[in-house]
Structures are given as structure tokens and as C-alpha cells.
Nanobody
Framework: QVQLVESGGGLVQAGGSLRLSCAAS????????MGWFRQAPGKEREFVAA???????YYADSVKGRFTVSRDNAKNTVYLQMNSLKPEDTAVYYC???????????????????WGQGTQVTVSS
């Protein structure tokens, strides 16, 4: 089991930027896929971005061109750089960890075994 701790959330004005971090425990980090999901009040958890063990990246259409996912295997950490933030990006953001799979699975909650507790991102208009 991998333990995940997110940080970097907060309150930002529309058009601003935030960088989320997710620190992972365990020696298997570099062989795992990492995903970012978000959940707004009253809505289902949705895919945001993912990065495979080989650093291939995947994005939801709603964040493509604004968000960038990256990983630092030496630090067991995955990042989500969020630029040009919009009020509709307001949500609790979760990172998740899972085994290598076909790329299409990375967009789904079921691809991930371990989840962090989440960090709140609020974008004011």
C-alpha cells in the first residue's frame, strides 16, 4: 500500500496559478502510475490528469493547455501545476496511485488503488 499526502491547495483569484504536490511513501513509486482527480460539492469525482511510470501524460479536456502533471521519482512526488485557473476549477483535489495499465484506464477511478485525503482548491471570480 502506498500512502499519499497532498499539499499546495488554497484560495486564488481567477487567472492565477497553484502547484499541488503529492508525496508518496513506499519504494514502488517509480513503477506506479499517478493520477489527479477532483470533486466539487454535489458532483462526482472526475479525472483531471495522470502520468504513467514512463512519464507519459494524460489530461481531461477541461484542463488541457492549462494544467501540467509531472513527477520526480527521486523525491517520490507528483505535481500538478495549474495555470489560468477558473472558478469552475474549485474542488477538492485528490492524488491517486495505481499499477501500470493501458492508457485508457488512467482516466478512470478504478485504475487506482491508493488515494490521498485531498486538498481544497478555491478559485474566486
Amino acid at each position: 500500500q502506498v500512502q499519499l499526502v497532498e499539499s499546495g491547495g488554497g484560495l486564488v483569484q481567477a487567472g492565477g496559478s497553484l502547484r499541488l504536490s503529492c508525496a508518496a511513501s513506499g519504494r514502488t513509486f517509480r513503477s506506479r502510475a499517478m493520477g489527479w482527480f477532483r470533486q466539487a460539492p454535489g458532483k462526482e469525482r472526475e479525472f483531471v490528469a495522470a502520468i504513467s511510470w514512463s512519464s507519459s501524460t494524460y489530461y481531461a479536456d477541461s484542463v488541457k493547455g492549462r494544467f501540467t502533471v509531472s513527477r520526480d521519482n527521486a523525491k517520490n512526488t507528483v505535481y500538478l501545476q495549474m495555470n489560468s485557473l477558473k472558478p469552475e476549477d474549485t474542488a477538492v483535489y485528490y492524488c491517486a496511485c495505481g499499477p501500470p495499465q493501458s492508457a485508457s484506464y488512467y482516466y478512470t477511478i478504478g485504475a487506482y488503488d491508493d488515494w490521498g485525503q485531498g486538498t481544497q482548491v478555491t478559485v474566486s471570480s
